[in-house]
């Protein structure tokens, strides 16, 4: 019967050693969108989901964050590879996609139902989204970038999840910021980038562990 004991003990122990470390395994995010996510013509760690990560750490925050974006992406490329970009386990995306839909002249209405979709995807999952918000370019006329710019916030409250308003905020026609091709952010620019994000996305993760993560 002591021999009993003692392993019933010894197991009980193992058990409490081992459950804080279950319990702490850090936050999944996931950032998909285009090349403003996957980091065009930038080493990876110069990327913004690498240096968001390391702002995050930098802040104490125990949270891993996955790249999946792919230059060139627009809405409907997002939504045709959304089941298998995102794994199970992920804890949070953040959604950036719409920038290539506007370039292209996509219609509005089609970038929104993509997104739309993309975001009840997520949901379906149980998948928390923080949405980035994209402008389209001058070029494209007022009428289209005033019915572009409503997508974000409307599908924002119509899902009920928190937009940062804007992913290229800070960088846009800021000099020493961006790529020789003028569209793309470079590292310092990318470094603005999260800067202006964090506290974003800082509210995101606390969402996420109020959720039960």
């Known amino acids: 019967m002591r021999f009993k004991a003692i392993l019933f003990h010894f197991l009980v122990m193992s058990f409490m050693a081992a459950w804080p470390v279950a319990a ?10 285009d090349s403003l996510m ?32 792919v230059s060139g992406d627009t809405t409907s490329g997002g939504l045709s590879r959304v089941d298998w970009s995102v794994p199970d386990g992920t804890d949070g995306v953040i959604l950036e996609l719409g920038a290539n839909d506007a370039l292209r002249g996509i219609s509005p209405d089609e970038t ?15 998948i928390p989204v923080l949405l980035a918000g994209m402008l389209a370019p001058p070029n494209m ?22 937009l940062y308003p804007f992913f290229l905020d800070g960088v846009v026609a800021v000099a020493g910021t961006q790529l020789e091709d003028g569209m793309h952010p470079n590292a310092k ?3 603005i980038m999260v800067e202006r994000s964090l506290p974003a996305v800082e509210a995101f993760l606390g969402n996420i562990r109020t959720a039960g993560k």
Do not use: M
């Not at 702490?24 to 969108?33: A, D, E, K, M, S």
């Not at 996957?38 to 390391?54: D, K």
């Not at 929104?112 to 149980?126: F, M, Y």
């Open 141 to 162: 006329g007022h009428a289209y970038s005033e019915r572009f710019g409503e997508i974000y916030p409307r599908l924002a409250k119509k899902h009920d999840v928190p």
């Open 38 to 69: 996957a980091g065009y013509q930038l080493a990876p760690s110069e990327s913004y989901t690498a240096q968001l990560e390391t702002a995050l750490q930098a802040k104490g925050h125990d949270v891993v964050v996955a790249n999946a974006g």
């Open 24 to 33: 702490q395994q850090p936050i999944q995010l996931v950032g998909f969108g």
């Open 112 to 126: 929104e139902k993509n997104l739309d979709a993309i975001i009840s995807r997520l949901k379906e999952r149980s």
């Open 189 to 191: 620019g990318v470094g």
